[in-house]
């Protein structure tokens, strides 16, 4: 009942996130909603009133039994109600979880928007990520101060959006994986076998060491993200983060193939190998 009960949180905050973005609600989220509410006040109905005693003992049996009859009844409906509410529960959970992958397209529009208007100001903000920063802004520059305070706006609005896309995706199981923050924003181009024995995972891998540094910076970070050119930015689906997260692991290996060969046509049958039993 614990884990169930964990769930059903998850699915009132996917709710609640889609209601807060302006998503649509499926209808059969709302119905399950209704009945999962039904069962609930159905398990939890008051005993009913005791009744006045009668001014007779010839009515007072009568009313005692009456009134018995309506506590009997009522406990036996709440114990109903709690066979309802598992099956209640599992069905709003299943209804949240399909509406998902719905929610998460009806971001990916707000967050292109975002991603531009960052984008354009990270044109017009200094070269170096290091003065990316309010404090080492020189704020006497008109075109560095209007740059950064729209990216600075653009970047919060983008930090709740990914926000309630977790609060989305945790009723589908949420996303795991390492560096899940970014993944589920951007992903890294799959690994070919003339990258690999090219060693591109050289220039791939500054992109998430430079993430990771700069997680205090959120305004820099996102100027960082749009700026470099490996990784491309959309929103994960449930699950995805997973999957991008992995292909980390499959360019290290790829490359560990590479280099485990006596000859560069060994480790070229080596990285083909190793690619084509894990795509």
Known sequence: MMFIGARVHDADRAVTAAERRKLPVPDEVREA???????????HLPDPERPALPDTAA??????QAHAEALRLADVT????????????????????????????????????????????AAKLPESIAHVDSSRLNWNNPVHATAYNKAEGAVAQ??????????????????GGRD???????????????????????????VLSTWRELKSQPVARWVYLVRQGEMT??????????????QVERWRDAGHARMSAQSLNGGRAAVTHYLAGTA
């Open 78 to 121: 709440r114990r109903a109600a709690n066979l309802f509410a598992e099956e209640a529960d599992e069905r709003y959970v299943t209804a949240a979880r399909a509406a998902v992958p719905a929610w998460i397209d009806g971001l990916q529009k707000e967050f292109t928007t975002l991603v531009g208007v960052v984008t354009k100001a």
């Open 233 to 246: 930015l959309s929103l994960a689906t449930p699950g995805e983060v997973r999957e991008r997260s992995g």
């Open 180 to 206: 899940n923050a970014l993944f589920a924003v951007a992903h890294f181009p799959d690994p070919t076998i003339e990258r690999v024995m090219a060693n591109d995972w050289r220039q791939l891998h500054p």
């Open 59 to 64: 009515e007072t049996a009568a009313v005692i």
């Open 158 to 175: 983008l930090e709740q959006l990914i926000h309630d896309r977790a609060d989305i995706v945790k009723v589908a199981g949420g996303d």
């Open 33 to 43: 909603q209704l009945i999962r509410a039904a069962v609930f006040d159905t398990a």
